[in-house]
């Protein structure tokens, strides 16, 4: 098979042609995870302008290299030509991660179980030991940092900061914020502890609503 015959193959499979919305950014970061410290050289596989990552790069306040590549993701998304999720695993291979790349292409938009409205009482609950890091917490659960400094402008108890860090992940993220993205985040700020016991408790009763904030 050639490999024009290969990339046509590709290409055409059914999770490799999804349209990345703003949604998916949050997966991408969770997928793309060992190229974090590698995002410039990422942005430019997905040939975002070199000018615009200088000035990310260059930005003091990113505080994480998970939010950087929030942002080159997020200007990828908003550039011209095609974003599926077949540019991003092309930009994966360029990089020479093929086992990621094979990663993506098999795992795509799986479906996993998104938090119920039932949780988020019972999540904050759990995750007391890092609501005084919530901003960190926040920050590896992929909301915009932008975001994150609206919700610091309010002066709020740090709690409520929590309350309000949680509620904007399952809006943005919908069906993809899952209980294993809180461990997930929860390993990213260093609480190995308490992801071990939130991944030897679980948190899933079997629900699948969503949680619905209007």
């Known amino acids: 098979m ?20 703003e949604k998916h950014v949050g997966i991408l970061c969770d997928q793309l995870y060992e190229l974090n410290a590698a995002f410039e050289q990422f942005g430019i596989a997905l040939r975002v302008d070199y000018n615009e990552l200088q000035a990310i790069k260059a930005n003091p ?6 939010q950087y590549m929030t942002e080159v993701l997020e200007l990828w998304r908003k550039s011209t030509g095609k974003k599926t999720w077949y540019e991003v695993y092309q930009a994966v291979k360029k990089l020479r991660n093929y086992a990621l790349a094979e990663k993506i292409e098999s795992k795509g938009l799986e479906n996993e179980v998104p938090m ?8 904050l609950e759990l995750l007391e030991d890092v609501i005084p890091e919530w901003e960190s917490f926040g920050l590896n659960l992929g909301i915009p940092f932008g975001k994150m400094n609206l919700i610091n402008a309010r002066n709020l108890t740090a709690k409520r900061c929590m309350t309000r860090v949680i509620k904007k992940w399952i809006d943005q993220y919908g069906t993809k914020a899952t209980f294993d993205k809180i461990i997930e985040a929860c390993k990213r700020i260093g609480n190995l502890a308490l992801a071990e016991q939130l991944e030897k408790d679980g948190m899933n009763d079997g629900e699948e ?5 209007k």
């Open 2 to 21: 050639s490999v024009s015959d290969q990339r046509t193959l590709e290409r055409d499979k059914p999770d490799l042609k999804i349209q990345v919305e």
């Open 61 to 66: 306040d990113r505080p994480t290299v998970t």
């Open 116 to 123: 119920g409205r039932s949780y988020l009482v019972d999540m």
């Open 209 to 213: 609503e969503y949680i619905d904030h």
